[in-house]
Structures are given as structure tokens and as C-alpha cells.
């Protein structure tokens, strides 16, 4: 999976898909692009065990990290190994998290030498709940909720555009993701295949490449010319 995706959807509209309380104090706002380390909605457990929709910043921080300077590179953690990294293992183990998205954002090498951007998003027009991970993370006067995306070998036509995807979690599967539980390795399941079955391969312009753009027409679809041979996959 790269680092991009979008999640546009408002606090009101999220905590009813999600059956959560809104807790993020009005500071949500729609983003058509959303990088390493910005602001975005998650959902998790609050500690009187009812699900909270916040506000929490993409890339894992653990509680042990000197600063914030390496959020960027812990923004994906493979569920092969989540549950044995010193980064993730804790994390994994007692704080997991549902992750909304309308889709997300791969980009693959074309014969001619430039890249061809896709999104992988969901048909109907449906949330996608991405299977995370966070920690909380102090360090003087600063203080961050964060959060990294568990990502897995892609499946189907899916490992067409790239070799890893996130863990896509069906809406039966919310509840055990997010409850504490002894073993949590059971928890990684292959992602259902109404979910994959469901989900769009959409070429896109170029824009979405420029983290400094927004807006709905990042993912509007484009054509693009047909390929007389297999694309070279290619991470961001």
C-alpha cells in the first residue's frame, strides 16, 4: 500500500456508520488526499469500552520514540509480521482501531517510463474500514494520537496494480478487530471476497501526486491507453 488515500466523509456520518460516539471535537474536515502524518478520523474503544470516533495523526508513533521525526516511515505495518515487531507488537496486541476510507491511491510504472495513478475504491460508494493499529505518544508539551494501516500480500486483480493492500475488515468483523482479546494473530483472516469483489480500479490523473492538491477530482476517472504488456509495479 503507498501513502495515500482519502477519507471524505463527515463526524456525523461516520459515527452512525460506525455506531460511535463523536468525539472529535469539530476539527474533522474531508480530505481528498490525505499523506503521511496528517489528521484523520479513526475509530477505537474508549476506555469504558464503547466505540469512539477521533482524530488521530497517520504514523505510528510508539510510546518509546525519542521524537516525532519518524511518524512518515510508520504509516504501514505488514500483518506478517505485526504481531513480533518492537514498533507494532504492543499496539497490536491491545490497541486496535478501524480506519475510514472511500479508497485509496497506487501508482503504476508505465512502458514509457512515467507512472499511472489508480484508486481502489469501493463501487456502491461504501466505507471501507481499514484494519489499524495506534498509540499514544508524549514527549514534553507535545502529545499525538497516532496510528499506522496493517497491509497485507494483495489479492485478485488487485495485485495487478500493486503487491500489498491494507487489510480490509467487513462490517462482521468490526467488533472482534476492535475488542481485546488473547490472541489477536486469529484476528488476521483473509479479507473477504465480496469485499475485493466490490471494489473498483479506477485510473486517475496525475494530480493526486502533489500532496499540496485536494479536492473530489483527484479521483475523477480518466482514460488511460491500454498496456501491451505487464506493468511494473512501483512503490510511491
Do not use: K
Amino acid at each position: 500500500m503507498c501513502g495515500r488515500y482519502a477519507t471524505t466523509r463527515g463526524a456525523g456520518e461516520l459515527s452512525a456508520l460506525f455506531e460511535s460516539s463523536d468525539d472529535t471535537d469539530g476539527v474533522l474536515r474531508p480530505d481528498h488526499n490525505v499523506a503521511p502524518t496528517d489528521r484523520v478520523p479513526l475509530v477505537r474503544l474508549s476506555p469504558e469500552g464503547h466505540r469512539s470516533l477521533c482524530v488521530a495523526r497517520w504514523g505510528l508513533l510508539p510510546h518509546w520514540s525519542r521524537s516525532a521525526a519518524g511518524a512518515a516511515r510508520m504509516i504501514n505495518a505488514r500483518s506478517e509480521t505485526v504481531a513480533t515487531s518492537r514498533a507494532y507488537a504492543g499496539a497490536f496486541a491491545r490497541r486496535r482501531c478501524l480506519v475510514p476510507a472511500d479508497g485509496w491511491y497506487e501508482w503504476v510504472r508505465r512502458p514509457d517510463g512515467g507512472r499511472q495513478a489508480y484508486y481502489l475504491t469501493p463501487a456502491d460508494g461504501s466505507v471501507l474500514a481499514l484494519a489499524g493499529i495506534w498509540s499514544f505518544w508524549e514527549s514534553g508539551a507535545d502529545s499525538r494520537l497516532t496510528f499506522s494501516v496493517l497491509t497485507t500480500a494483495a489479492l485478485g486483480e488487485l495485485a495487478e496494480v500493486h503487491d500489498r493492500m491494507p487489510v480490509l475488515l467487513a462490517p462482521e468483523r468490526w467488533s472482534s478487530w476492535l475488542t481485546p482479546c488473547d490472541e489477536p494473530e486469529r484476528l488476521l483472516e483473509p479479507v473477504s471476497s465480496d469485499l475485493l469483489g466490490g471494489l473498483e480500479i479506477r485510473p486517475v490523473g496525475p494530480a493526486v501526486g502533489d500532496v499540496r492538491n485536494d479536492g473530489p477530482e483527484l479521483s475523477a476517472r480518466v482514460s488511460v491507453p491500454a498496456m501491451s504488456s505487464p506493468p511494473e509495479l512501483t512503490l510511491f
